[in-house]
């Protein structure tokens, strides 16, 4: 009798080694209990802890069939991998791993992060990350490619993390402040997580820093309790933790039931951007195309005319066209156009609305015409876009 067969109808034990001090550790569980919800009834193991915790101490008796699990370092991994089950790991942290990892997709976390920065005008740009953590050194790598890309200046600062470095707060807020007074401003920053987003505004303070009318920030996970106690609120990318933990408990039950992963990596894409005062600004040195970003970004229609603007800042036609492409790097059409496709693949991945009404609340006028410049812009047709993003909301990496 093969396995599968064996398994079949079986109620699974299922530890689960995550987090419950971080809101994406949080997240995971929710996921968790979503696919146990909708699809096999599970006896889960967990009790609360911390990141930095060890293996609790009924798991090394326990006799279970499955682990979903965060590991953090090589003990914990190896005491897992002692117990010879079916394991998927939600972390990645440790390299060489023999467990199947899903994950969030650091690289388009980050990217999305530079978008961000980038559509509010910044040209000068800065990452601070911690040293030696793979997905903080992915997103720092996966940020100064997209901000290159768009020929801007990246600065880093990455610093270990305390308990590893023996540094006391006092000598990271002094480090951290020195570089954050050093920059070239306006600038836009990127924190590799939430939990570090405090501690850079602080030094900002520190700094004599306006946030975020000199520098704009944005961190990770969307930690909504550790957003709002930053002063100002922080804006984060939202990378959809509780997607983590629905595939990772799919994939730990396909496990259990005797089949073998068909990817070593599952990659879950972020859901977008909470935007708060820390990067709720436009950062662009000239005034007048400041003010008519403003006006663009609040006319999400974009039926607003080239002449309108002109008059609105003072300025002839081809003065405005000259300055704004100086100050953005495209004329003030592509940025039109831009802003509508934004709108558009917002509208296709959060509402059910037929094409044609896509087109007329975008400003397009005709479904025609968007799928001409959607497809021109992102590779993709509209419709396309939404059959993607729907049938699969993840990625995954052989």
């Known amino acids: 009798m093969d396995m599968c067969a064996l398994n079949a109808g079986k109620r ?42 060890a293996l609790p101490r009924w798991f090394h008796e326990w006799k279970g069939d499955g682990i979903i699990a965060r590991l953090q370092d090589p003990a914990i991994l190896d005491g897992v991998a002692r117990m010879g089950i079916p394991t998927v790991d939600v972390l990645g942290l440790v390299p060489d791993s023999p467990f199947p990892l899903v994950h969030v997709d650091d690289i388009a976390i980050a990217r999305l992060a530079a978008e961000h920065l980038l559509e509010r005008g910044f040209r000068r740009f800065g990452y601070f990350g911690i040293q030696g953590e793979n997905w903080s050194e992915r997103r720092r790598e996966a940020f100064a490619g997209r901000v290159g890309e768009a020929g801007c200046e990246l600065s880093v600062c990455e610093l270990p993390r305390m308990r590893r470095s023996g540094s006391s707060w006092e000598d990271i807020e002094t480090t951290l402040t020195a570089w954050v007074r050093s920059l070239a401003k306006p600038c836009g920053i990127m924190v590799c997580s939430d939990q570090r987003g405090a501690r850079l505004l602080e030094a900002c303070r520190n700094a004599g820093v306006l946030v ?30 509780v997607q983590v933990g629905f595939e990772a408990a799919t994939l730990l039950g396909r496990m259990m039931r005797g089949e073998t992963p068909a990817t070593l990596s599952t990659l879950v894409t972020p859901r977008g951007v909470s935007t708060r005062l820390s990067s709720d600004v436009l950062a662009i040195e000239d005034r007048k195309i400041a003010s008519v970003l403003r006006v663009l970004r609040e006319n999400e229609r974009g039926e607003i005319r080239v002449d309108d603007l002109a008059r609105m800042v003072g300025l002839s036609r081809s003065v405005l066209q000259r300055r704004f492409r100086v100050a953005m790097g495209r004329s003030i059409h592509q940025e039109v156009l831009r802003l509508r496709i934004l709108h558009a693949q917002t509208l296709l991945l959060e509402t059910e609305l037929p094409l044609v009404e896509v087109a007329e609340r975008t400003g397009f006028r005709h479904q025609e015409y968007m799928g001409s410049v959607f497809k021109s812009r992102t590779g993709k047709t509209p419709g396309s876009f939404r059959r993607e993003a729907l049938a699969k909301p993840h990625k995954t990496l052989a």
């Open 12 to 53: 699974f034990h299922v530890a689960l080694l995550v987090e419950t001090s971080l809101a994406s550790g949080r997240d995971i569980l929710r996921g968790v209990a979503s696919y146990v919800r909708t699809h096999e009834p599970w006896a889960l193991y967990h009790e609360a802890h911390g990141l930095d915790d």
């Open 212 to 241: 975020p009318d000199e520098v704009a920030v944005i961190g990770a996970d969307d930690d909504e309790p550790l957003c709002d106690v930053c002063n100002p609120p922080l804006s984060s990318v939202r990378p959809d933790h």
